[in-house]
């Protein structure tokens, strides 16, 4: 059994989807406006966002995209920064990993 379905409570609806499906290939299967949508990958996960006002999530609280190695690792850092986020190099760790903060109040990991 694996979990297949999150739903995450964020900020900005629309600026997260946009985020999850440019870097980690998410695709939109349903929405409501900006307050609402409906994320699925190519294995099963089902994502769900929901608008929230006033989002805190724990200090450790993250989701996590595992790359096949670490080229695909060290792409996504790049494009990211690239692209103006604020994120560290990949670092090996308990993997080889980096986050990053998310549009819509949640972080992500990125690890092989």
């Known amino acids: 059994m694996k979990i ?3 739903n995450l409570t964020v900020t900005d609806v629309l600026a997260a989807r946009k985020f ?3 870097y980690f290939g998410l695709r939109c299967e349903g929405s409501r406006g900006d307050s ?9 996960l089902v994502l769900t ?8 999530y724990p200090k450790t609280f993250h989701i996590g995209f595992i ?3 670490e ?6 850092n790049h494009q990211l920064k690239e692209d103006g986020f604020d ?3 990949p670092v090996h760790a308990h993997g080889y990993t980096f986050y990053v903060q998310a549009p819509g109040g949640f ?3 990125v690890l092989c």
């Open 4 to 6: 297949n379905h999150l």
């Open 20 to 22: 999850l499906e440019t």
């Open 36 to 44: 609402f949508t409906v994320l699925f990958d190519n294995d099963g």
């Open 49 to 56: 966002l929901m608008k929230g006002h006033d989002v805190h």
């Open 67 to 69: 790359q096949a190695n």
């Open 71 to 76: 080229d695909e690792v060290n792409r996504i």
């Open 87 to 89: 994120v560290k190099p």
């Open 107 to 109: 972080t992500v990991e």
